[in-house]
């Protein structure tokens, strides 16, 4: 194998995926309202621009998780004056989501969001201490900070799914496959990009090229066979969810068809969007093929 190659091959992890990709009618028009509504903020007040530019992290992403679950907890609060404006953003937008939200679907985001802040901020703890993690303690630690499970709120919000239903160890572990599908792919697009700017360590290919000793190449190959028996895992699983009678069921049904279509969408937004592959996503998802970036200065990189 060439330890120095100037191509990476990306394996494509969901060629048998049952869940298609589609487009929902209503993207274009929500896109716009929602692009409308978000241009004008401005992201930082300046007391934390000036602790960000501090580059003290540890301290800014504390404030804002404070700022951020604060909001949430009293969306018809009026923010303090010169806040960052985050806190407004995150009031506004869930000040709009419980509108429509059952009360069970909300108590379960706020549950999974507050983890996902907390486990942000121990990565951030891991970036500045510069603690490389086992693949399996990443792997703990990334199924919080990838952020997937908030996003399954818009599966279920219409829906009032019980708690030993949404707690049930198959729901739970569905939700787990689908949470590692979101990390082996948004790690294998993005190690590129990491790599070239020096925040490859919280990556799992790095993680496993350093623990089993292996190259690009061959890290890649084993993250999409991680991702193969993780799809092999969900639907296995599938035909363990037990009935909880006709009226919930099909409820679940329709929640892990959403969250199995979320995996998709997940895997084809990072070609489309150009956050890791700029322009060329949808030539990248042909050819399977990404010219290596070169490493940056690390000034360069932040």
């Not at 487009?23 to 896109?31: A, C, G, L, S, T």
């Not at 061959?218 to 006709?246: C, D, F, R």
């Not at 060329?280 to 070169?294: C, D, F, M, S, Y």
């Given at each position: 194998?060439?330890?120095?190659?100037?191509?990476?091959y990306?394996?494509?992890?969901?060629i048998?995926?049952?869940?298609?990709?589609?487009?929902?009618?209503?993207?274009?028009?929500?896109?716009?309202?929602?692009?409308?509504?978000?241009?004008?903020f401005?992201?930082?007040?300046?007391?934390?621009?000036?602790?960000?530019?501090k580059?003290?992290?540890?301290?800014?992403?504390k404030?804002m998780?404070?700022?951020?679950?604060?909001?949430?907890?009293?969306?018809?609060?009026?923010?303090?004056?010169?806040?960052?404006?985050?806190?407004?953003?995150?009031?506004?937008?869930?000040a709009?989501?419980?509108?429509?939200?059952?009360?069970?679907?909300?108590?379960?985001?706020?549950?999974?969001?507050?983890?996902?802040?907390?486990?942000?901020?121990?990565?951030?703890n891991?970036?500045r201490?510069?603690?490389?993690?086992?693949?399996?303690?990443?792997?703990?630690?990334?199924?919080?900070?990838?952020?997937?499970?908030?996003?399954?709120?818009?599966?279920?919000?219409?829906?009032?799914?019980?708690?030993?239903?949404?707690?049930?160890?198959?729901?739970?572990?569905?939700?787990?496959?689908?949470t590692?599908?979101g990390?082996?792919?948004?790690?294998?697009?993005?190690?590129?990009?990491?790599?070239?700017?020096?925040?490859?360590?919280?990556?799992?290919?790095?993680?496993?090229?350093?623990?089993?000793?292996?190259?690009?190449?061959s890290?890649?190959?084993?993250?999409?066979?991680?991702?193969?028996?993780?799809?092999?895992?969900?639907?296995?699983?599938?035909?363990?969810?037990?009935?909880?009678?006709?009226?919930?069921?099909?409820?679940?049904?329709?929640?892990?068809?959403?969250?199995?279509?979320?995996?998709?969408g997940?895997?084809?937004?990072?070609?489309?969007?150009?956050?890791?592959?700029?322009?060329?996503?949808?030539?990248?998802?042909?050819?399977r093929?990404?010219?290596?970036?070169p490493?940056?200065?690390?000034?360069?990189?932040?």
């Amino acid at each position: 194998m060439d330890a120095h190659p100037r191509t990476i091959y990306l394996p494509d992890t969901m060629i048998n995926w049952a869940w298609p990709r589609a487009i929902n009618p209503h993207f274009e028009d929500v896109k716009v309202e929602v692009d409308t509504w978000f241009r004008d903020f401005k992201a930082l007040n300046p007391e934390s621009q000036e602790t960000f530019d501090k580059c003290d992290f540890e301290a800014f992403m504390k404030e804002m998780v404070d700022i951020v679950l604060d909001a949430l907890h009293h969306p018809r609060k009026t923010r303090p004056e010169g806040e960052c404006i985050l806190g407004e953003i995150v009031r506004q937008f869930w000040a709009r989501a419980i509108q429509s939200a059952s009360l069970s679907s909300q108590r379960h985001f706020l549950e999974n969001f507050t983890a996902y802040l907390h486990g942000v901020i121990a990565e951030v703890n891991d970036r500045r201490q510069g603690h490389k993690r086992s693949i399996a303690d990443y792997l703990k630690l990334r199924r919080y900070t990838i952020g997937v499970t908030p996003c399954f709120l818009i599966y279920e919000m219409a829906m009032d799914l019980p708690d030993e239903v949404f707690y049930h160890p198959v729901i739970m572990d569905l939700a787990e496959c689908i949470t590692d599908l979101g990390i082996i792919d948004n790690d294998m697009i993005s190690y590129n990009k990491e790599q070239a700017v020096g925040t490859e360590d919280q990556n799992v290919i790095s993680i496993v090229m350093s623990e089993l000793g292996l190259d690009i190449g061959s890290a890649m190959a084993w993250a999409a066979h991680y991702h193969t028996e993780v799809q092999k895992k969900y639907i296995n699983s599938l035909a363990k969810v037990p009935s909880w009678g006709p009226s919930i069921d099909i409820l679940v049904k329709e929640y892990l068809d959403g969250i199995g279509m979320w995996a998709r969408g997940n895997h084809s937004w990072h070609y489309e969007s150009q956050r890791y592959c700029g322009t060329k996503g949808p030539e990248i998802q042909k050819t399977r093929l990404v010219p290596l970036l070169p490493k940056a200065s690390r000034k360069a990189g932040v």
